[in-house]
């Protein structure tokens, strides 16, 4: 674990864990933690990859009072996190708004990236309007841990225990009150022209169900981007490394030795 100075005297949390295979940073999505992709994680390293996990700002144990929280301000922050770790041939993976994050990294490493995964991404668009974010960021001032605690109910289509909603909601309940700025950016976002200039292979992953994130946003980004593989994950909901492990990292450790 570490921090990156960035402005101002913030700090950006994040953890690497090194390994003799390519990279893979991973970005999560809205109000969330790096602790949520834990047993992804872990997966990788024992496939031998290099692991890269930070709290975006506002979020986990990154600091909250930051100005700027948007997708540009926490993409340059991986960026700058890479540029600390002098990595290359780094692989991208973005879930949820994390997704949207991801696509810019990528534009902005250029050939330093290797390869982009979208994880139930809100990117290249989103199905969210205007309207909607701001009618989301209104029930979320009126109660804010029973906001997050619906959302962490509403992750997964497929059962899971209620232990995995708790633990989804305690990590949720660790962004500061400003992380809800966050959600601006999405409303009318369109990164098509930035996927379909992108020179390398993209992974995207959809869940049939997902509640979130519309699954019609995966096909787009796999039609849009110029080598794409659209795996879709029957059932499953915004989160397929906590639904579906075997379905989702299968896949995923493929991709990656395709990149070799």
């Not at 991986?78 to 810019?104: F, H, K, P, Y």
Request: a negative charge; one cysteine or more.
């Amino acid at each position: 674990m570490a921090f990156l100075d960035v402005e101002n005297g913030h700090r950006v949390y994040y953890e690497y864990r090194p390994g003799p295979r390519r990279p893979v940073m991973l970005i999560h999505g809205w109000g969330m933690g790096c602790r949520v992709w834990d047993a992804t994680i872990d997966t990788l390293a024992e496939a031998g990859h290099a692991t890269i996990a930070f709290d975006h700002r506002g979020c986990g144990e990154t600091d909250k009072d930051f100005a700027d929280i948007s997708i540009a301000a926490i993409a340059r922050d991986a960026v700058a996190i890479i540029d600390r770790l002098g990595l290359e041939g780094v692989v991208l993976n973005g879930w949820s708004l994390g997704g949207a994050v991801a696509t810019e990294v990528a534009a902005l490493l250029g050939d330093r990236c290797a390869g982009l995964v979208h994880t139930c991404a809100a990117s290249p668009t989103y199905n969210g309007s205007p309207e909607d974010i701001r009618a989301t960021e209104a029930a979320y001032w009126v109660d804010r841990a029973t906001f997050l605690k619906g959302l962490s109910a509403a992750v997964c289509a497929k059962p899971v225990d209620p232990a995995v909603v708790d633990w989804m909601w305690s990590i949720f309940m660790q962004q500061g009150a400003g992380a809800i700025r966050s959600l601006h950016d999405l409303g009318g976002i369109d990164q098509r022209a930035m996927l379909a200039a992108l020179e390398v292979p993209v992974l995207v992953f959809r869940g049939t169900a997902d509640a979130i994130v519309a699954p019609e946003i995966g096909e787009q980004a796999a039609a849009t981007a110029r080598d794409a593989e659209l795996i879709s994950l029957e059932g499953v909901g915004h989160a397929p490394f906590v639904e579906d492990f075997d379905g989702y990292h299968t896949p995923l450790l493929r991709f990656l030795e395709r990149l070799g």
